[in-house]
T-cell receptor, first 114, second 114 residues
Framework: NAGVTQTPKFQVLKTGQSMTLQCAQDMNHEYMSWYRQDPGMGLRLIHYSVGAGITDQGEVPNGYNVSRSTTEDFPLRLLSAAPSQTSVYFC?????????????FGPGTRLTVT | GDSVTQMEGPVTLSEEAFLTINCTYTATGYPSLFWYVQYPGEGLQLLLKATKADDKGSNKGFEATYRKETTSFHLEKGSVQVSDSAVYFCALSDRNSGNTPLVFGKGTRLSVIA
């Protein structure tokens, strides 16, 4: 049982490039989400999904796309990278979206956009 | 909207000192409250949680009590160890908001010196 996995661990992009951050979980969780962590800002929600085929925007969705074609995978796409997207990105999952359920976090992807 | 305010860090303590990290929240509904911990280079992991007023969450010697009257969920530990050095995040999930992404505080960095 690997939990929540994220790849890559580190990435450097040039402004304007696109890429996909991968996230997978093997716990059959319905609910998955993406956060970004910036110094002094805590974690901010980018997008989330309550099940395969269903996604919704969080607090800071601009510049990012997501899709959820399977229960296991929830990739995050940067369409045209900007220096403001330099951050650490965390994927998380939980059994359902109910408030009492613990969210499990992946180890993070550190992205630098130059 | 919902928000979490926690004390600014960094906090530096000597081993065996008493720890308090303050956390207060604003929520339109009746939230569940969480403390997450992030060790260096890792993702977040749940430390403890409470889902209703007067509940006390506890784990690894840490405790926090859900105080509805003061909208607080302060984290305490009687005797910290060097291994407790980490960033601590207070978070809430508001069950009245439907699907319930976590709302995080900005985090408090704790350093414990021997």
């Amino acid at each position: 049982n690997a939990g929540v996995t994220q790849t890559p661990k580190f990435q450097v992009l040039k402004t304007g490039q696109s890429m996909t951050l991968q996230c997978a979980q093997d716990m059959n969780h319905e609910y998955m989400s993406w956060y970004r962590q910036d110094p002094g800002m805590g974690l901010r929600l980018i997008h989330y999904s309550v099940g395969a085929g269903i996604t919704d925007q969080g607090e800071v969705p601009n510049g990012y796309n997501v899709s959820r074609s399977t229960t296991e995978d929830f990739p995050l796409r940067l369409l045209s990278a900007a220096p403001s997207q330099t951050s650490v990105y965390f994927c998380a999952s939980s059994l359902t979206g109910r408030s009492s359920y613990e969210q499990y976090f992946g180890p993070g992807t550190r992205l630098t956009v130059t | 909207g919902d928000s979490v305010t926690q004390m600014e860090g960094p906090v530096t303590l000597s081993e065996e000192a008493f720890l308090t990290i303050n956390c207060t929240y604003t929520a339109t509904g009746y939230p569940s409250l969480f403390w997450y911990v992030q060790y260096p280079g890792e993702g977040l992991q749940l430390l403890l949680k409470a889902t209703k007023a007067d509940d006390k969450g506890s784990n690894k010697g840490f405790e926090a009590t859900y105080r509805k009257e003061t909208t607080s969920f302060h984290l305490e530990k009687g005797s910290v160890q060097v291994s407790d050095s980490a960033v601590y995040f207070c978070a809430l999930s508001d069950r009245n908001s439907g699907n319930t992404p976590l709302v995080f505080g900005k985090g408090t960095r704790l350093s414990v010196i021997a």
